[in-house]
């Protein structure tokens, strides 16, 4: 039987993810901690998040079935999973952690996980833009759903699927309705590796959901996420 979710809410916060670290010990799991703000928002590679009052930010604290190692995936599958059923919206996926609506990225997940006091964690982190219309100039292709409501209903929708994929683990079907959503399966993609930038067709994903690259010579590569920053043409 799958747990309850202890649910915390604050108005605004430094980050969802650094209080579900700094409190993991003391909290119950699961638990869902939301924020309509946030002033340091964390992204992937240490980046910052950009989190106005116009979104909804949270982060869901468990513990991970051992097994569960498509964890970002799955949590991308979600996302657009609550999205839909909550605001009749289609997103796609931008592989390998951000959500896309009308060809702007509306939200973002940085999965973390860590030990502390012998217990293994796992934190799933996610922003989404609710109906954010202004964005900093370094973010181009930031966009919002465009809708007007509580994204705590959301983020307790993602929270439910999401340790309804940790308590019955299923990794093919996870890769499937990933792959159904990933809009850059068979489009051109600039690709950065190493600090050099590469062109190529976005193939296929394998079965740790890495991303198979048709290369201008016929052959292929398969990128591992975290290695590489990727541009759909």
């Known amino acids: 039987m799958q747990k309850s979710v202890q649910k915390i809410h604050f108005d605004t916060i430094d980050s969802t993810n650094t209080f579900a670290r700094e409190n993991a010990e003391n909290l119950t799991t699961p638990v869902l901690i ?27 604290l468990f513990e991970a079935d051992p097994s569960f190692d498509l964890i970002t995936p799955a949590a991308a599958v979600c996302t657009c999973k609550a999205v839909k059923e909550i605001c009749g919206i289609d997103a796609d996926i931008k592989w390998v952690n951000d959500i896309f609506y ?3 990225k509306v939200c973002g997940i940085l999965t973390e996980r860590f030990i502390s006091n012998n217990k293994t964690y796992t934190i799933v982190g996610i922003g989404i833009n609710l109906n954010t219309k202004e964005f900093p ?15 705590r209903i959301i983020a307790e929708k993602v929270a439910e699927l999401l340790l309804q994929y940790n308590s019955c683990y299923e990794r093919e079907n996870i890769l499937k309705e990933y792959k159904n959503r990933l809009f850059i399966i ?33 052959d292929y590569i398969t ?5 590489i920053s990727i541009k759909v043409k």
Do not use: M, W
């Open 34 to 60: 939301t924020a309509y703000e946030q002033t340091k928002g964390r992204g992937r590679h240490g980046k910052s998040f950009f989190s106005p009052d116009s979104g909804i930010y949270f982060s869901l």
């Open 102 to 104: 009308n060809g702007k």
């Open 223 to 227: 990128l591992k996420s975290g290695e």
């Open 186 to 218: 068979g489009k051109e993609i600039d690709y950065e590796l190493n600090g050099v930038i590469y062109s190529g067709i976005c193939a296929d994903i394998n079965f740790d959901c890495n991303l198979i690259i048709k290369k201008p010579d016929g």
């Open 137 to 151: 100039a370094d973010l181009p292709q930031a966009g919002c759903l465009g809708v007007d409501i509580d994204g």
